[in-house]
């Protein structure tokens, strides 16, 4: 696929430098260099897919603008379309013309051909359009195709459904090898997860109904819910895969899936609770190419980039992230991590659990039953003579304490805390117990985080803010002239949400020798808010609002997430 970043190049899509970076990206990772570029936002899905068109000869269709006849859908199977990613788009003197994402993918072009019965001539389209394409044009979970598995599954396992609550041991080995509908179902709804970017996938029962809910961008969505009485078949069909115990329903359990939907290998964390109701279940979906971004990706601005990058240079001290629970700080941290992944370096984990596996890195998962936790694997790792630790989480004293012996004797210590903002994290080690000369001594800058939602790239559009939305978010007419505010109208590319993807926003705080002194004696958190932004520190705020200046994201979001500093 050289030529075609050289073709890229020469129609002024990207530059050099980027085809290089790109190339190089491909090389140590793997995969194609044109997939690279689109990850990377040096060029879009339709770009690098038209000139593709171009460069071999093929027509491009842009699926959002071509309506396809239900009579030539339903001369390819929704099977054949979802395992091959591609879709029909008209008949044309006897043969079949069909939409795919790969113009050298043979192997599938001559299976289609012989499956039809007839003549295929493709044509291109982005993998993402024709991925929504068959779920608009087929219909997704809760439409009939869904109904009618639902209800084959009725028909054929109603020993399921006739159990008082999920089912006992006896029928869940029974689930994997006769009850294929709801083996399907379970399929159906992961797969649907990993189209919609699901982050995490909730079976929740009711007295009367079971929801399921998936996390997309953060937000919680509602899907159509499968009947009550199929609860059972659907937890141990999980259970099974998990390898979990299906006759246990009162304790909490744990476990991971490892599957392919949607054409990718995921990792699937997930966890069982017991309510009042039956079990809770929550799949969370751990997407392997979420690791693989580099601290260019993450969202900082120029100016707390290039400290970002100094810091996680230096040969000592405790970089901290903080953050609530799901905003991107192990992405953040595993970017760090594959910055300084390097031969001539030796990086340990300590993590509880070890949610990816990084190529090249000595990661360990904390076991509490048998001992081991935080405090003693640091112990062990510095034996080890490492270069880099990154300790999950500074949960305690002793935790923290290791962390800092760590950073003393010259180790670079990554770590992360639960604290509103960056100067919270220095009150909150003392809290812990730890002495403030100690944190005053050790830590060499803090990192505080939220995600934003990111405003769908193709159906973004000029907005003007209403002036008491200017007021209220603190900006000025000067800057409202200049600013590029825009918003989502909704479409089915971001499924009518206005927002596709997410965004970090940051705040970064360095110890300077004035904030290691107010540390050092014990100073408030407002009183090093103060300093630190006096020391030119943007907040957390301040960040949401420039990105909503320039067009990345909207007010609404920034308050959802951030509160205006006073």
Not at 2 to 25: C, S, T
Request: overall charge negative.
């Amino acid at each position: 696929m050289a030529d075609l970043g050289k073709f890229l190049v020469g129609r002024g899509i990207i530059g050099p430098d980027q085809l290089a970076e790109a190339q190089a990206i491909a090389k140590k990772n793997g995969g194609k260099v044109h997939d690279v570029l689109v990850k990377q936002g040096y060029a879009s899905s339709e770009q690098v897919m038209q000139s593709m068109a171009d460069m071999h000869g093929y027509e491009f269709f842009d699926l959002r603008d071509v309506p396809i006849p239900p009579a030539v859908v339903e001369l390819v199977p929704e099977s054949v379309a979802r395992e091959n990613a591609v879709i029909p788009l008209a008949e044309e003197d006897g043969a079949l013309k069909v939409l795919v994402s790969d113009p050298f993918d043979y192997e599938t072009f001559e299976k289609l051909q012989f499956i039809l019965n007839r003549k295929v001539n493709i044509a291109l389209a982005t993998r993402e359009s024709i991925l929504e394409a068959i779920n608009r044009n087929y219909g997704q979970m809760g439409d009939e195709s869904a109904d009618s598995m639902l209800q084959e599954f009725t028909d054929t396992a109603i020993d399921f459904t006739e159990t008082e609550d999920e089912g006992g041991s006896e029928g869940g080995d029974d689930v994997d090898e006769t009850s294929a509908p709801i083996v399907r179902l379970v399929q159906l709804m992961i797969s649907e997860a990993v189209q919609l970017r699901a982050s995490d996938i909730h079976v929740e029962p009711f007295d009367d109904r079971v929801r399921i809910r998936y996390r997309i961008d953060g937000v919680l969505v509602e899907r159509d819910s499968p009947p009550r009485r199929l609860l059972g078949a659907l937890l141990s069909r999980i259970k099974i895969l998990a390898k979990m115990d299906i006759a246990e329903r009162r304790r909490c359990q744990d476990g991971r899936i490892k599957i392919t939907a949607g054409g990718k290998e995921l990792d699937l964390r997930v966890s069982m609770l017991p309510t009042n109701h039956g079990q809770s279940c929550v799949m969370r979906l751990l997407d392997k190419d979420n690791i693989k971004i580099g601290v260019r990706q993450l969202g900082l601005s120029e100016k707390d980039y290039k400290k970002f990058k100094a810091l996680i240079k230096r040969p000592n001290g405790i970089l901290l992230v903080t953050g609530p629970t799901g905003s991107g700080k192990t992405t953040t941290l595993y970017a760090a991590l594959n910055d300084l992944n390097r031969p001539d370096r030796k990086i340990i984990t300590a993590e509880d659990p070890v949610e990816y596996y990084l190529p090249g890195i000595n990661q360990v998962e904390v076991k509490h039953s048998i001992g081991l936790n935080f405090a003693l694997i640091i112990r062990a790792m510095l034996r080890q003579a490492p270069n880099v630790i990154l300790v999950g989480e500074m949960r305690d004293y002793e935790t923290a304490s290791m962390g800092i012996q760590a950073s003393l004797t010259g180790h670079l210590v990554f770590s992360t805390l639960h604290t509103n903002d960056a100067p919270g994290a220095i009150t909150r080690m003392v809290d812990m117990g730890v002495p403030a000369y100690l944190v005053a001594g050790s830590v060499i800058g803090i990192l505080a985080q939220r995600l934003v939602r990111v405003i769908c790239p193709k159906c973004k559009q000029p907005h003007t803010p209403r002036e008491q939305e200017l007021i209220a978010a603190g900006i000025t007419p000067e800057q409202a002239a200049s600013a590029n505010f825009m918003k989502g109208r909704g479409c089915n590319h971001c499924g009518n949400s206005g927002y596709r993807g997410r965004l970090g926003i940051f705040e970064l705080l360095i110890m300077t020798s004035k904030i290691r002194e107010m540390a050092f004696q014990g100073a408030n958190t407002q009183d090093l808010r103060k300093e630190a932004i006096k020391g030119g520190m943007s907040t957390l705020y301040d960040d949401g609002i420039r990105k909503v200046l320039e067009g990345i994201t909207t007010i609404d979001e920034v308050f959802r997430v951030a509160k205006k500093t006073e």
